[in-house]
């Protein structure tokens, strides 16, 4: 098949799910959309998304970013970690991905057990 059929039916959509610390108020959906339009880089260019890649936020604590040109899910992640970063919350939240196409923000697990640092 040549690469131009297979460059124009690529079509990738990938879903970030922010609804444990949006909950707890932690989390401001609207900047980490705001952050995702500016920083995406497409084609080597940031923020000229076109009509390439679209992000949306969902009403259920959601992004959703549709692209029609090869997109790394992976860029995405990278992304996500900068902005928790920014914001000082990458010290709480984690970003683990819960399928093939979706990530989920997670808080750490922090009620372990406090003796391991106390041992030596």
Do not use: C
């Not at 339009?37 to 940031?46: L, S």
């Not at 076109?50 to 992000?55: A, D, F, H």
């Amino acid at each position: 098949m040549p690469a131009a059929l297979k460059t124009s039916s690529t079509k990738h959509k990938f879903i970030i799910d922010y609804s444990r610390p949006a909950a707890d108020g932690v989390f401001d959906g609207a900047d980490f959309e705001k952050f995702l339009h500016d920083r995406t880089k497409v084609e080597g260019k940031i923020g000229q998304l076109g009509e390439n890649v679209k992000i949306t936020r969902d009403a259920s604590n959601k992004i959703i970013v549709t692209s029609n040109v090869p997109f790394s899910k992976r860029y995405l992640k990278y992304l996500t970690k900068k902005f928790l970063k920014k914001n000082s919350l990458r010290d709480w939240i984690r970003v683990v991905a819960s399928s093939k196409d979706a990530y989920q923000l997670r808080f750490y697990n922090i009620a372990r057990d406090g003796d391991d640092e106390d041992e030596e």
